[in-house]
C-alpha cells in the first residue's frame, strides 16, 4: 500500500511537467536552446524510467507500464516538435543574413557604379570646359597678333548649366541608393517577423 502511494504521488508530481511545452525566444536561435531541449529530454527519460520502475511494485505492472509509455511517447514528441521549430527557425535566419550579405553587396556595388558614372559626368564636363578655355585662349592669341582680322566667335556653351547637372544627377542617384537601402532594411524586418513553418513531423 505504502508503494502504491509513492507511486500515486511519483505520477503526480511529473504531470505538471507533461502539460508544459519549453518555451522559445523569437530571437535569435542559440545553442543554448538545443540544450534546454536536451536537458528536458533527459530529465522526462529518467521520470519515465522512474515510474516505470514503480510499475513493477504494483498488482497491474502492464496496465501501469503501458500509461507510463503513452505518456512517455506524448512527451517525447512534444519535444521532438519544438526542436523542429528551432531547426525552422535557424534554417531562416541563416536565410535571412545570406539574403542581407547578398543585397548589401548588390547594394554596394550599385552605390560604387553610380559614383563612378557621376564621377565620369564631371570630369567629362571638366574636360570640355578645358578645351573651351583652350580655344578661347588660342582665338584671343591669333587676334593679338593679327589685329585686322576678324577673330572668328568663340565657343560658347553651357558649361556651368552642365557641371550643375551632373551634380544633381549624382545626388538625386545618392538618394536613390539610400531609399533602396530603407526598402531592403523594412523587408528583412518584414520577413524576419514572419512565423518559421513548422515541418511534419517525422513518425
Known sequence: MK????CLL?????????SQTLSLPEEPVS??????????RLREGANFDAQEA????????????????????AVMADLKRQESRLHD???????????????QKALERQQKQDENQAQDAVDRAQEKLREQQDKR?????????????????????????????????????QADAQ???????????EKASEPAKPLPIQP
Open 3 to 6: 508503494q502504491l502511494v509513492i
Open 10 to 18: 511519483l505520477l503526480g508530481c511529473t504531470m505538471p511537467v507533461w
Open 31 to 40: 545553442r543554448d536552446d538545443y540544450q534546454r531541449i536536451k536537458t528536458a
Open 54 to 73: 514503480a510499475c513493477y511494485q504494483r498488482f497491474a505492472v502492464n496496465d501501469c507500464l503501458k500509461k507510463v509509455q503513452t505518456k512517455r511517447i
Open 89 to 103: 527557425r535557424e534554417r531562416n535566419q541563416l536565410g535571412v543574413e545570406a539574403l542581407e550579405r547578398i543585397e
Open 137 to 173: 585662349a588660342e582665338h584671343a592669341a591669333k587676334a593679338a597678333t593679327s589685329p585686322a582680322s576678324v577673330s572668328a566667335p568663340t565657343p560658347s556653351g553651357p558649361t556651368a548649366a552642365e557641371q550643375a547637372e551632373a551634380r544633381a544627377n549624382y545626388e538625386r542617384k
Open 179 to 189: 531609399k533602396k537601402r530603407l526598402e531592403i532594411i523594412k523587408r528583412q524586418a
